[in-house]
Protein backbone atom coordinates (compact mmCIF):
# COMPACT_ATOMS: atom_id res chain seq x y z
CA UNK A 1 0.00 0.00 0.00
CA UNK A 2 2.67 2.26 0.24
CA UNK A 3 4.31 1.82 -2.52
CA UNK A 4 0.87 2.17 -4.50
CA UNK A 5 0.69 5.29 -2.36
CA UNK A 6 4.19 6.70 -3.16
CA UNK A 7 3.37 5.94 -6.65
CA UNK A 8 -0.16 7.92 -7.25
CA UNK A 9 1.87 10.67 -5.61
CA UNK A 10 3.30 11.90 -8.65
CA UNK A 11 0.62 13.93 -10.57
CA UNK A 12 0.94 11.94 -14.45
CA UNK A 13 -0.70 9.87 -16.86
CA UNK A 14 0.79 6.63 -15.33
CA UNK A 15 -0.42 7.59 -11.40
CA UNK A 16 -4.06 8.39 -12.82
CA UNK A 17 -4.24 4.49 -14.51
CA UNK A 18 -2.65 3.31 -11.80
CA UNK A 19 -5.37 4.78 -9.22
CA UNK A 20 -8.34 3.56 -11.61
CA UNK A 21 -6.66 -0.10 -11.67
CA UNK A 22 -6.54 -0.12 -7.85
CA UNK A 23 -10.20 1.03 -7.47
CA UNK A 24 -11.28 -1.87 -10.09
CA UNK A 25 -9.62 -4.31 -7.77
CA UNK A 26 -9.93 -3.57 -4.65
CA UNK A 27 -12.75 -0.81 -4.58
CA UNK A 28 -15.99 -1.21 -3.20
CA UNK A 29 -17.61 -2.59 -6.52
CA UNK A 30 -14.78 -4.24 -8.27
CA UNK A 31 -14.57 -4.74 -12.22
CA UNK A 32 -11.52 -6.67 -12.78
CA UNK A 33 -11.55 -5.47 -16.56
CA UNK A 34 -11.01 -1.77 -15.23
CA UNK A 35 -8.58 -2.66 -13.13
CA UNK A 36 -6.51 -4.99 -15.96
CA UNK A 37 -7.49 -2.31 -18.42
CA UNK A 38 -5.78 0.59 -16.65
CA UNK A 39 -3.23 -1.54 -15.45
CA UNK A 40 -1.95 -1.75 -19.26
CA UNK A 41 -2.08 1.82 -19.52
CA UNK A 42 -0.34 2.88 -16.13
CA UNK A 43 2.54 0.51 -17.36
CA UNK A 44 2.58 2.21 -20.98
CA UNK A 45 2.56 5.51 -19.79
CA UNK A 46 5.38 4.99 -17.65
CA UNK A 47 7.80 2.66 -19.62
CA UNK A 48 7.22 4.67 -22.71
CA UNK A 49 8.85 7.37 -21.27
CA UNK A 50 12.19 4.85 -20.71
CA UNK A 51 11.79 2.81 -23.60
CA UNK A 52 10.27 5.22 -26.52
CA UNK A 53 10.51 9.16 -25.07
CA UNK A 54 10.03 10.57 -28.19
CA UNK A 55 6.65 8.15 -29.48
CA UNK A 56 3.79 8.95 -27.31
CA UNK A 57 2.28 6.26 -29.02
CA UNK A 58 4.05 3.28 -28.28
CA UNK A 59 1.75 0.56 -27.04
CA UNK A 60 2.97 -2.14 -24.59
CA UNK A 61 3.18 -4.89 -27.66
CA UNK A 62 6.05 -2.19 -29.40
CA UNK A 63 7.64 -1.96 -25.79
CA UNK A 64 8.02 -5.72 -24.96
CA UNK A 65 9.64 -6.06 -28.67
CA UNK A 66 12.01 -3.38 -27.66
CA UNK A 67 13.16 -4.92 -24.33
CA UNK A 68 13.79 -8.15 -25.96
CA UNK A 69 15.76 -6.79 -28.18
CA UNK A 70 19.21 -7.37 -25.53
CA UNK A 71 20.00 -3.59 -25.51
CA UNK A 72 18.43 -3.60 -22.04
CA UNK A 73 19.10 -4.39 -18.24
CA UNK A 74 16.88 -4.28 -15.09
CA UNK A 75 18.86 -3.29 -12.17
CA UNK A 76 18.01 -5.84 -10.06
CA UNK A 77 20.56 -8.85 -10.31
CA UNK A 78 18.11 -11.83 -11.14
CA UNK A 79 19.35 -15.52 -10.46
CA UNK A 80 22.13 -15.71 -13.12
CA UNK A 81 23.41 -12.19 -11.53
CA UNK A 82 23.56 -10.60 -14.31
CA UNK A 83 21.20 -7.64 -14.01
CA UNK A 84 19.10 -9.49 -17.44
CA UNK A 85 15.86 -7.57 -18.17
CA UNK A 86 13.84 -11.17 -19.06
CA UNK A 87 12.28 -10.83 -15.69
CA UNK A 88 10.49 -7.83 -16.19
CA UNK A 89 9.68 -8.98 -19.72
CA UNK A 90 7.93 -11.99 -17.90
CA UNK A 91 5.62 -9.68 -15.73
CA UNK A 92 4.90 -7.93 -19.31
CA UNK A 93 3.66 -10.74 -20.67
CA UNK A 94 1.64 -11.82 -17.40
CA UNK A 95 0.12 -7.91 -18.39
CA UNK A 96 -0.70 -8.03 -22.16
CA UNK A 97 -2.25 -8.63 -23.77
CA UNK A 98 -5.94 -7.81 -22.20
CA UNK A 99 -8.06 -10.92 -22.06
CA UNK A 100 -11.15 -8.30 -21.60
CA UNK A 101 -10.64 -6.26 -25.05
CA UNK A 102 -8.12 -8.73 -27.13
CA UNK A 103 -10.35 -9.58 -30.16
CA UNK A 104 -9.78 -12.94 -31.20
CA UNK A 105 -11.35 -16.47 -32.85
CA UNK A 106 -10.83 -18.38 -29.50
CA UNK A 107 -13.80 -17.43 -26.84
CA UNK A 108 -11.72 -16.26 -23.35
CA UNK A 109 -13.56 -16.07 -20.13
CA UNK A 110 -12.87 -12.36 -18.83
CA UNK A 111 -10.60 -11.50 -15.46
CA UNK A 112 -11.31 -12.54 -12.51
CA UNK A 113 -10.89 -10.50 -9.36
CA UNK A 114 -7.65 -12.41 -8.17
CA UNK A 115 -6.29 -11.86 -11.60
CA UNK A 116 -6.99 -8.88 -11.82
CA UNK A 117 -5.48 -7.50 -8.00
CA UNK A 118 -2.55 -9.48 -9.74
CA UNK A 119 -1.94 -7.60 -12.75
CA UNK A 120 -2.39 -4.63 -10.31
CA UNK A 121 0.22 -5.55 -8.31
CA UNK A 122 2.67 -5.91 -11.03
CA UNK A 123 1.79 -2.76 -12.76
CA UNK A 124 2.87 -1.32 -9.39
CA UNK A 125 6.45 -3.22 -9.23
CA UNK A 126 7.17 -2.01 -13.05
CA UNK A 127 5.59 1.64 -12.53
CA UNK A 128 7.62 1.91 -9.51
CA UNK A 129 10.71 0.51 -11.44
CA UNK A 130 10.32 2.52 -14.41
CA UNK A 131 10.46 5.70 -12.28
CA UNK A 132 13.22 4.39 -10.02
CA UNK A 133 15.62 4.17 -12.76
CA UNK A 134 15.78 0.49 -12.57
CA UNK A 135 15.01 0.00 -16.71
CA UNK A 136 18.29 0.95 -18.59
CA UNK A 137 19.60 1.09 -21.91
CA UNK A 138 23.09 -1.33 -21.43
Given at each position: M??F?T????P?NA?????R???G?Y??N????S?W??S?K?V??S?R?????N???A?LA??????K????K?GV?G?A?????????E?LE?????????YT???E??A???????????A??????A????????
Open positions: EADLIAVDSDHLAAWTAGRPHPAAHHIAEALTVVYPNPMTHIISELTGRWLRPRNYAIDPLIMLVWPDPNRLNTSPPTREEACAVVQLVAIVQWRGGQIVKS
